[in-house]
C-alpha cells in the first residue's frame, strides 16, 4: 500500500490523534509553525498559554487528572527554559506528560545558533526520557515510545525535541498502533505474603499515594480497607486516593502532619505503602520511617521496581500498578482485625479534633478566621470539587482543614512547586467544565502564574481564585522568625489591589477582610462562574500574623528568642 506524502508536522499531529490526545497546552514559536499549521485543521484543541510555566503545569494537571499523559508545546532555548518547572513537577510527581520543544534546524545545529541548547543535557535528570527527532519518517515510532514511556512503570515527563527541518520535510511512512501503558501486578504469592504479615499485625496502618490510581483502584482499595477495618492515611498531596469521609479515612500524611497520625505511623508494626515513593515530606523528613530499614515491618508497593529498596529496604517488595494490586487486595479474604479494629475510631476521633477550630482564632478577634472560611466552602461547594495549590503556607488551610472528596479532587504538586495552582485550577476546569474548581494561591504564589487568568478569560473557564495576601512571602517569613528572629530579610511584598486586577482581566474580583463578607462573596463567585462561565477571583486581606493554625509569627519569634 503507497503512503501519502505528509510533512513532519502533520504526521506528528496524527500521531497525537491516534494515541487519543484531545486538548494540548502551549506558547507558539516560529520554530515549529508546521505543527501549528497541522493543528490548525485538527481537532485537538490547542490552548494557548501566556507563559510556557502556564502551559507546562496544565499539561501537568491534565496528566494528573486524566492519567493520560498531557501535551505542551513550546518554542527553543527561553521556551524551553521557561516550561521545565512543569518537567521537574512532572518527574517528581510521577505524572505522565509529553513536552515537545521545536528545535534549531539542523543546518543551523551545533552552532551554538539562535535559542539553541542541547536538551539531552538539559533535561538529563528532570525527564524520562530526552530525545530528538531527526527524521520524519521515524516520527510515528518516537512519539509511540514517548507515550508508552510516559504512562508505564513509574509514569513521568518525556521530552521531544523537534528540528525545524525535520518538521517541514517530507515523508511517506505508514502510522503506529496506539500506545497501551504497561505496569506488573503481584503475584498471588505475594498477597498470600500480605496478608501473612497483616494477620501477624497488631497496629497496621495503610499509607496511599503516587502515580497510576484511578476510580476503580480507589473503590477497591476503598472495600480492602473496610473489609480489614484498616486506617488509611494519605501521603502528601495524595489527599484525594480515600474521600476524607470514609470512615478509615484518618488524615494526611504530609507537611504539619498531626503529631497523634504521626506517632501512629512511627509506632505501627506493620506500614502497608500502597504507591507513595515514602518520600521526605510524607516521612517528616525520614523520620516516621528509618532508613534503610525500618523499625516497623513494611510492604512497600510501587510501579517502579527501581524505587523499591531505594531509600526503605521493605520486607516485602511488590512492584504494581495501583489498578493490579487493589483489585487482588479487595478480593483477598479478611484478616482477624480484633486486635486494632478499635483504633480505625480512635485515629478518626483524633483526625477530628485535628481538624476544629484551630486556637489561634479562640480568642475571636481575628477579622478574618481562615478555619471558618474552609468550612464555608465545604458547605457551599459540590463534593467532587477540585481544590488546586501550590506552595506556601495558605496551603495549610486546604491539607489540613479541606475534606476532599475523594479521587481527582485534589491538584497540588509534591515537588513544592509555587506557580502551579492557578494553572493546575484552570487546566481542571478546561478538562471537565462540569465539576466545580477553587484554586488556592497566596500573594507570592498567585503573581508567579497570574497570568493565566487572561487564559482563563479567553476561553472562558469559570475557574474560582481564593488569594491569600498575606503582604509576605510567608512560609520562608515563618522560617526566618524560627531561625532569625526579627530579622526580616527578602520576605516582604507589596502588592497590587488583586480584586481590580482581577477585573482589568475580565474577571469578576473582590476583596473580603471580614469572616462575614467570605460567604455572600463565595456565593457570588459560584454565581458568577456557573452563569458567565468566566473565571472569579476573590481576594482575602489578613494579617500576616496567622501564618499556621497552630502558632503566630509572633509566637514564633519570641519563641526563638526566648531560646536563643
Ligand atoms: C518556584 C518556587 N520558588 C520559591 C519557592 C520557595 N518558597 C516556598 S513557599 C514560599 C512563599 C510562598 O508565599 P505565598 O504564596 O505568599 O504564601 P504564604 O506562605 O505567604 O501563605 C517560597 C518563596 C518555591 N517553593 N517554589
Ligand atoms: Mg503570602
Given amino acids: 500500500m503507497t503512503q501519502a506524502l505528509r510533512s513532519g508536522g502533520q504526521i506528528l499531529v496524527d500521531a497525537l490523534k491516534i494515541h487519543g490526545v484531545d486538548i494540548a497546552f502551549g506558547v507558539p514559536g516560529e520554530s515549529y509553525l508546521d505543527v501549528l499549521d497541522a493543528l490548525h485543521d485538527s481537532d485537538i484543541r490547542f490552548i494557548i498559554n501566556r507563559q510556557e510555566g502556564g502551559a507546562a503545569f496544565m499539561a501537568e494537571a491534565y496528566g494528573k487528572m486524566t492519567g493520560k499523559p498531557g501535551i505542551c508545546f513550546v518554542t527553543r532555548g527561553p521556551g524551553a527554559t521557561n516550561a521545565s518547572i512543569g518537567v521537574h513537577t512532572a518527574y517528581q510527581d510521577s505524572t505522565p506528560m509529553i513536552l515537545f520543544i521545536g528545535q ?41 515510545r514517548a507515550f508508552q514511556v510516559a504512562t508505564s512503570g513509574r509514569p513521568g515527563p518525556v521530552v521531544l525535541a523537534l528540528p525545524e ?20 501486578s503481584p503475584s498471588a504469592a505475594q498477597i498470600d505474603t500480605l496478608r501473612a ?17 484511578t476510580a476503580q483502584a480507589c473503590a477497591d482499595l476503598a472495600k480492602f480497607a ?56 510524607t516521612t517528616s523528613g525520614y523520620s516516621l520511617l528509618s532508613s534503610p530499614v525500618p523499625q516497623q515491618r513494611l510492604v512497600h508497593i510501587h510501579c517502579d521496581a527501581e524505587e523499591l529498596g531505594s531509600v526503605y529496604q521493605a520486607e516485602l517488595m511488590i512492584n ?9 487486595l479487595a478480593a483477598m479474604a479478611p484478616v482477624d482485625a480484633s486486635a486494632w479494629k478499635g483504633s480505625v475510631l480512635e485515629a478518626r476521633a483524633e483526625l477530628a479534633a485535628w481538624q476544629e477550630s484551630p486556637p489561634i482564632f479562640k480568642d475571636g478577634k481575628a477579622p478574618l478566621n481562615l478555619w471558618q472560611l474552609v468550612q464555608e466552602l465545604m458547605a457551599q461547594a459540590p463534593k467532587d470539587t477540585i481544590i488546586t495549590n501550590g506552595a506556601g503556607n495558605y496551603a495549610t488551610w486546604a491539607h489540613r482543614y479541606f475534606r476532599y472528596g475523594g479521587m481527582r479532587t485534589q491538584l497540588a504538586p509534591t515537588n513544592g512547586a509555587m506557580g502551579y495552582g492557578v494553572p493546575a485550577g484552570i487546566a481542571a476546569k478546561i478538562i471537565d467544565p462540569s465539576r466545580t474548581v477553587v484554586t488556592f494561591a497566596g500573594d507570592g504564589e498567585y503573581l508567579m502564574n497570574g497570568q493565566e487568568l ?22 520562608i517569613r515563618m522560617h526566618q522568625e524560627r ?7 527578602g520576605t516582604t511584598l507589596a502588592n497590587p489591589d488583586f480584586a481590580a486586577l482581577a477585573k482589568a482581566f475580565g474577571a469578576s474580583g473582590e476583596v473580603v477582610e471580614t469572616t462575614a463578607q467570605f460567604a455572600p462573596a463565595m456565593e457570588r463567585a459560584l454565581a458568577h462562574t456557573r452563569a458567565h462561565s468566566m473565571p ?9 500574623n496567622l501564618i499556621t493554625p497552630g502558632a503566630t509569627l509572633e509566637t514564633i519569634r519570641n519563641n526563638a528568642l526566648a531560646n536563643k
Fill in 536 to 544: 472569579a477571583v476573590i481576594e482575602l486581606r489578613y494579617d500576616g
Fill in 197 to 213: 504479615m497483616l494477620a501477624e499485625a497488631k497496629r497496621p496502618m495503610v499509607l496511599l499515594g503516587g502515580a497510576t490510581w
Fill in 165 to 184: 527541518d525535520m518538521l517541514i520535510t517530507k515523508a511517506a511512512t505508514p502510522d503506529a498502533r496506539r500506545y497501551q501503558p504497561v505496569q506488573a
Fill in 320 to 328: 504494581s500498578g495501583a489498578p493490579h494490586i487493589t483489585s487482588m
Fill in 454 to 475: 487572561a487564559t482563563a478569560v479567553q476561553y472562558k473557564v469559570g475557574v474560582i481564585i481564593i488569594v491569600f495576601n498575606n503582604s509576605m512571602f510567608g512560609t
Fill in 226 to 281: 473496610e473489609a480489614n477495618h484498616l486506617p488509611v492515611g494519605c501521603t502528601f498531596r495524595f489527599q484525594d486516593l480515600l474521600d476524607n469521609a470514609h470512615p478509615n479515612y484518618v488524615g494526611d500524611v504530609g507537611i504539619g502532619i498531626n503529631p497523634k497520625l504521626a506517632a501512629r505511623v512511627k509506632n505501627a508494626d506493620l506500614v502497608i505503602a500502597i504507591g507513595p515513593r515514602l518520600g521526605e515530606m
Fill in 104 to 144: 534549531v534546524g539542523s543546518d543551523f545545529m551545533d552552532r551554538e545558533a539562535f535559542q539553541e541548547i542541547d536538551y539531552r543535557r538539559m533535561y538529563g535528570q528532570m525527564a524520562k526520557w530526552v530525545t530528538q527527532i531527526d527524521r520524519a519518517d521515524r516520527i510515528p515510532e518516537y512519539l509511540a
Fill in 483 to 489: 531561625d532569625y528572629p526579627g530579622r526580616v530579610s
